[in-house]
């Protein structure tokens, strides 16, 4: 099983994977022309993949994106699980209703769904728990009219060899010519109204693009109100150039004015510890591991603790562990962000200042990835009735960085 996670309150939860492309499928019914469109009213949809193979059960999760009849969210302990597979020429869903705590493993069924190819359902129990109706709908992947972007590249040993998209997302097919494996990477994406999502990308192990080596790439379209970082001025090459606290922020009158979308490849970050690109985003990709580094120690103590001591490993010892990394308190290490400063002494001082912060993002990318893996994992416990809930397990499984369900995207990216 595939599971996503959405409106998880941490951005930079949600970055883009490198990826390998998967066959077409035999038969008549091919699963890259089309896409699973969730939509609720007064928030724009949201496009989700189909599965590669029959039989392959994809999952998403909903959390704050539960809006009730009022607009909010009513009930901060409800989610939506939309589980959907390939079934000859449809797609078939099946909808639920969870509850916190998870330990409960409470679910409400709302609905089980088949769709082909144009067809929309709509999930009409939800507004007999105060929740507005969702509508599920199998759409093209490819938007008709869209416009294709500009490439702006910072970085000489990464060749872009070509660009295609979807209604959700770009790929990017990228040449790294370095003899150095490629680590991490900063791209900005603009669309139309100058609107900027930051993708930070990188691996929890191994290299992110090996040396001499052809890697397509998934960098998602901003979304207005959620996964974007503001409107950024005309000429703007950068996420960086979009006004502090905008993200979120209704588009301006001034950002009306339609433009040529746009992905910049800022800045990247070799095996052998060199940098290519913009001196501010390659500070900032250092700043952000260093806080990973420091960060996962803190949790890992916690963890081997909770297996070590306290009651029987099993629900309640999963969730204690779930609480106490969540009540984590994340602090910058002065000592190593002095360091840090030094390094990068030739950066203007606003973007040096910055440097805290983007130590703490890397802090709170640890500590949220963690905290959803494990929820992940909690979450799918009912629908797994063979498999005894273990702290232990899990953590010997996935060191908390990937789907416990999903062995292999342990060795996929951040």
Avoid at 326 to 334: F, P, R, T, Y
Avoid at 362 to 386: D, H, N, V
Wanted: with cysteine; proline share 7%.
């Amino acid at each position: 099983m595939r599971i996503k996670w959405l409106a998880l309150g941490l951005g930079l939860l949600l970055i883009s994977t490198a990826f390998d492309v998967p066959a077409r499928q035999p038969g008549g019914f091919d699963p890259h022309q089309w896409m699973l469109e969730i939509s609720q009213a007064k928030q724009a949809p949201d496009y989700e993949s189909l599965p590669e193979v029959p039989g392959e059960n994809y999952a998403v999760n909903y959390s704050s994106k539960l809006d009730d009849e009022r607009g909010t969210n009513r009930n901060p302990h409800a989610g939506l699980e939309i589980q959907y597979w390939i079934q000859g020429e449809a797609i078939r869903a099946k909808v639920w209703l969870s509850w916190s705590p998870v330990s409960s493993r409470k679910w409400t069924a709302l609905g089980d769904y088949l769709m082909r190819p144009g067809e929309a359902v709509r999930v009409t129990r939800l507004p007999r728990y105060g929740f507005i109706p969702f509508q599920l709908k199998i759409v093209s992947a490819k938007a008709l009219g869209a416009a294709p972007p500009e490439v702006v590249n910072e970085t000489p040993s990464l060749v872009v060899q070509g660009v295609d998209q979807d209604r959700a997302q770009y790929l990017l097919t990228v040449h790294n010519i370095s003899p150095n494996a490629v680590d991490a990477f900063v791209a900005s994406v603009f669309d139309g109204a100058g609107r900027c999502r930051l993708h930070s990308l990188g691996t929890w192990s191994g290299h992110f693009i090996s040396p001499a080596t052809v890697t397509n790439i998934k960098l998602e379209f901003p979304v207005p109100g959620e996964d974007d970082e503001g409107v950024v001025g005309a000429g703007g090459n950068s996420c960086f150039n979009s006004p502090q606290d905008a993200a979120g922020m209704p588009l301006a009158d001034a950002s009306s004015i339609v433009r040529t979308p746009k992905i910049v490849i800022e800045a990247a970050e070799f095996s052998d510890g060199s940098y290519e690109g913009n001196d501010r985003e390659v500070a900032m990709l250092a700043a952000r591991r260093l806080g990973r580094r420091i960060e996962k120690p803190k949790i890992a103590a916690l963890v081997e603790d909770g297996i070590n001591h306290g009651q029987p490993d099993g629900l309640d010892k999963l969730n204690s562990v779930l609480m106490q990394v969540k009540a984590l308190k994340v602090d910058v290490d002065s000592v190593a962000l002095d360091s840090l400063k030094a390094r990068f002494q030739g950066l203007p001082v606003p973007a040096r200042q910055a440097l805290g912060r983007d130590m703490r993002n890397g802090e709170l990318l640890e500590k949220g990835t963690f905290l959803t893996m494990l929820r992940a994992y909690l979450i799918q416990l009912p629908s797994k009735p063979e498999v005894s809930p273990s702290l232990k397990q899990w953590w010997e499984s996935t060191r908390g960085r990937c789907n416990f369900f999903q062995q292999q995207s342990c060795s996929e990216t951040e």
